[in-house]
Every structure is written in C-alpha cells, then in structure tokens.
C-alpha cells in the first residue's frame, strides 16, 4: 500500500466526525439536505472545538453571493482586531445519504467495470452528485465560523484494490490540519487497481484516517440514538450501550446485559444504502476500538451529540447520556 | 520539487484547454456563470475529442436533480448497447472570472498570512467561491457527455515556494486521464512554503501540466480573438496573429508585421483579476511554447476555437482563422 504520510506533525487530532449520510439528508428525498439539523450539527461542532473558550462572535466564511442578491456580503471589517481562534484538531467525513446513492446504484459502480458507458457515467454522475452535497457541507461548516477545506478523496489519491484501500495522500490531509483547517471528506467514486472501479463509503475512509491520525475519539452522528438490538422502530428494540471489542477484532455487547443474546443485531437500513448499513458501520468501529480509539455512535443534534463531540465521554459516561460506545477490551 | 510522476502512460495527452474565467463567467457581475457560451464551449469541447467520428447520441453524465423536480432522470435504459466512446485525452483547467477574486482580494489572500483571521476566513471563502465554479463546470461539460472529473488543485496536493509550484500529484491526473476522464483543474488558493498561503492561478497549473504531460498543443479560450497590440476596445487595436518565442525566453510579433513597435502589449484586464491578465497569459504561453508546444488564444465559442480544438492548426493555419499563435522558433 502507498501511503505519503507527514515527517512530522506538531500537534495530535482531537476527533475524527463522520456526519451520517442519514442525520445530514432527508433519507426519503433525492438530493435533499436536512437543513435543520446540518445547523444544529455545524454549531455543536464549533462549540466542542473552541474547548470551552467562549468566542466574541462567529467569523463566517462562507462569502458567497446568496441567491436573490447580486452583491456579496462579508464582515471583514470586524474581523482587522480580532485574534486567530485556536480550534483543536478535528476531521469530518461525511455519508452520501440521499446524493450519490441512486446515481451509483443505477449504474453499478460499487461493482466495478469502467469500460462499460453506463459504469463510466455512473461514475462521473455519482461524484457530481457527492461533491454537490461535500459543497454544500463545506458551506454550512464554514458559515458557522469552521475553518473548513473541501478534499475529495478522488483527488486526494485515494484508491483501492478490491474495494480496500490501496493508496491515499494523507501527508495533505496532515498539512491541512496542521495550517489550521478542518479537512472534509467523502464516500465517493474512486478507481479500484482490480475492478477498475467502486465506491469508497466515509467508514472505510475513517477507520483508515483513524488507524494513521490516530486521534482522541471518534464520533459517529447518525439518526437514531445509537446502535439497538434489533430495528429502533420496534417497541421492544434496547439501546446498546456498551460494546466491548475483543483482540481478534470481535465484539459483545456489555451494557445493557441482555437476557436474550441476540447474534445479529439489526437497525434500521434506508434501501438506497449501497456501501452497508449499521452492521458496516459497528465492523468498522470495532476495527477503530481495535486501534486503542474510543468509538461513540450517538444521534446528530442532541445534547448527547454535543457532550459526545466535546469529549465529555472519555473518563467517565454520566448515566443519562444515550448512545453507544464502542472501546477495546483485552 | 516533489512530483509523483506516472510510471507509464498508455497513451499521449492531446490537448490541454483553458476556460478562461471571462468566456465562461459574466466579469461585470459576481458570481454569475456565462450559460450561453460555457454551453457551446461544451458541445466544441466534445466534438473536438471525438475526432471526427459521429456519435449516435449524447450520453449526458449529470444525473442530478433538476430544480423544482423530485425525480432524478437519466437515460440510463439507452445506454446498454452502446459502444464506449473513445475520447481522445484532454485535461480542462479553468479560471476564476467573476468566482473568487473577490473573496481573495478582500482578504488578501494572494500576499500570504494565514495567522491572520482575515486571511484564514479569505482563503476558506474563495475555495468555497472556486470549487463552486468548478462543480458547475464539471457538470455543464458532462451534460454534454465529456466524462469529467473534478481534480481541486488544493486537494490534489498542489502547493507552492514563494508562489511557484513546489508540489502537485500529477500521478492521479495522469491516471485520471489513463482512465478514461477528463480532469477539470481550476485556479485555487494553496498552501505556500514561505508566505503561508497564495493563489495558484489556472495559468501557472497550466504550464506545470504542460511541462509534465507535454501535450500536442494548448489552447486558451478567451473573450476577445486574441492577443492585441493595445486594449481591444481601441478602434486601431491590431490582433497578433503569430507570436514567435527565442531559447531565451523572449518573445516578438512576427504576423502581422508591425510598423509602430509597441513594446508593450496592452489588453482590456478585468479590475478584479488578482492574478494577472493578458501579459501573465503571455509569458505563461512563451514558457508553454519554449517547450515545443503550440499555443493558441482565441475567443470561446466561436468558430475559430473550435478549429483550435480540433487541431487544425498544426500544420498550416488557414488564412480567415482569427486568432493568436504562439509558436517556439529557434
């Protein structure tokens, strides 16, 4: 595997955030973003980033002319006397949602097969619509004052050999970081050495940022308040809390304890998902927890989100927080 | 300087192209795309890569969703049976225009500083302004079928020393292009060794790619014909048809011989263009051209771009082609 990794980095990551293709998009509707919540997402983000410090006012970065104006407004003025807020180092990576997913499984290019004109234009089809959303995300970061840098794991380098990954410029993720940015990726299209092509999903792109960044924590937001034993929307469905992950990569549930050990936990799945639901997503944090990196998986927009984004976790869990966490055992 | 170079390419880059960001945007109002010709420069785009051959159909590669609709629509059905188009290898690089500049120079993000808030929020504003731009390009040349991929210049690990390129990953162009796609680069703000952050203009990524993938020929698209002897808004403006460029460097008019030999070669530069207009396009064609490649500015979206793009030119050029030339003469 090619890897360009930095010589040196001058201070550790805080947090890698996936922003859940679910929390982030109206699931039901094409190319949809939840406005609401992407908000509420972009203020927390920025709260548990200042560490505390209590900021004069937000410095919004995203100048671009709204629609219905012709001129573009900035408060640069404001800005001369002000001092360089000092964030701590985050990550987002951000789900498709309801962007990418049909272009991508109408054409089939999670299945490879460029030299096909439908895979081919699948595939362009598929990063117009993920970058639109990557865009969009950016924007909505960076009016809320996050210093915010759009990389495209496409033109990042990243690539992968039967679906794993086979290359990736990190030492470009690392630099940007390091300048004071908040580098945002993707799930996206990208070119595979074997199949010629497939999708890359943000879980495979975190575990992997994960395993070289190595940061404090990282935090799942997604829809539902964590990982249950069966479908959220059943009556009877339990929470898990606790998931211990084992030396060889397997995981139980610790808390609750439940009476009747289901093997297969099931959650809620929208039908567009082509890269894997939560089953994806617990395999994939257990791979993190394996790292030594606690995993929170915790419902977007909610107190528990926030006090999970400020590391509020990391010794102790208070009893009234909901959600899942997912650590190593030996 | 680190560049990550292709180990191999099957086949030979045949023209590079720049959108000039006055063809394609509207210079008189911010951010405010120019539909009408960035569609014809689509279609021309698309006919010169096919070489001749005719195509049964346009296999639009835009499959998001129109506005004001739920649905997404893509002919998807007709594409089954269809032969896969061979395209011969083009990389698009596009300006700024009326995207960007503004955020840049309010903030004054070309001269460096990131320590400053000003300069930081500037730099996150004009990327959002650019990879706007960029995404609506990316998608107008798709709907056109030109397989195109968007390739930041920032997040392909460009990055400069003292304004000139000290870094970029051409090996994921190269592969891009190997692939099948056409790599859609633009004018960005990048990171800079010594001031901290600069802007890269399109010209510059231009010539790097030149010297590194060493195209059949190059061509600008702009909004005038050509390179004039004063501003073309001048009634006695004379269009350059042929510039001619020594081993050193220099570079003198040798069509139409002029009687008055202004040293100084004037054209309408639009106030808001941070990075030099027709005099840095000069100098940066005179490099292209010292290397052995053929450069040709000319207006967009008329019929003297598009026997540009076709390359008609190589030979001879034909009497009533209006246009500059710029051409290496020992």
Redesign the interface.
Known sequence: MELNLPESRSRSIRCIVKLGGAAITCKN???KIHDENLEIVACQLRQAMMEGSVPSKV???????RPGS???S?D?DD??D????EFSKFVVVHGAGSFGH??AS??GVHKGG?????V??????T???V??LN?EI??AL?REGI??????P????W?TSKRDVASA?L??VA??ID???VPVLHGDAV?DNIL??TILSGDVIIRHLADHLKPEYVVFLTDVLGVYDRPPSEPDAVLLKEIAVGEDGSWKVVNPVLKHTNKKVETSVAAHDTTGGMETKISEAAMIAKLGIDVYIVKAATTHSQRALNGELRDNVPVDWLGTIIKYSK
């Open positions: 509707e094409l190319e410095i919004g970065m995203d100048w671009s002319k012709s001129e573009i900035c640069v800005l001369g002000q001092d360089s807020s049909f272009q109408r054409s460029l030299e096909k004109p439908i081919k234009a699948g595939f362009v089809a990063r117009i619509s970058t639109n865009l950016v924007r960076a210093p915010t840098i759009s990389m495209s496409f033109s990042c380098g690539s410029d030492s470009t630099k940007t300048s004071g940015f070119l010629g092509c």
